[in-house]
């Protein structure tokens, strides 16, 4: 069982800044990936930025130079800073995890998403 626990989303103006965290907890062996979606109404699910255990890291082009993914991974955390931030990027956040369980299968998880709201 593994459970994923977000914080830190809210409201701020266009160009500010916010920084997500999420932390898995549970019946972990080892993180394979982690990384954040994005979901504003009437959109498809979007993947915004991933991170594998080799160190892997990709961006969604429309964030690129002002998000920033990072883990820690003695912590199980993975974190998403937010920077000038823009209208367009107001949607409720998703962390997801690629997991092996403590029975060392794959799994994958969802966090209970956090809302970004940009004003203008």
């Known amino acids: 069982q593994v459970q994923l626990v977000e914080s830190g989303g809210g409201l701020v103006q266009a160009g500010g800044s916010l920084r997500l965290s999420c932390v898995a907890s549970g019946s972990i062996f080892s993180i394979n990936a982690m990384g954040w979606y994005r979901q504003a109404p009437g959109r498809q699910r979007e993947l915004v930025a991933s991170i594998t255990t080799s160190g892997s890291i990709n961006y969604l082009d429309s964030v690129k130079g002002r998000f920033t993914i990072s883990r820690d991974n003695a912590k199980n955390t993975v974190y998403l800073q937010m920077n000038s931030l823009k209208p367009e990027d107001a949607a409720v956040y998703y962390c997801?995890?690629?997991?092996?369980?403590?029975?060392?299968?794959?799994?994958?998880?969802w966090g209970q998403g956090a809302q970004v709201t940009v004003s203008s």
């Open positions: 997801h995890v690629d997991i092996l369980g403590g029975n060392r299968r794959r799994y994958a998880y």
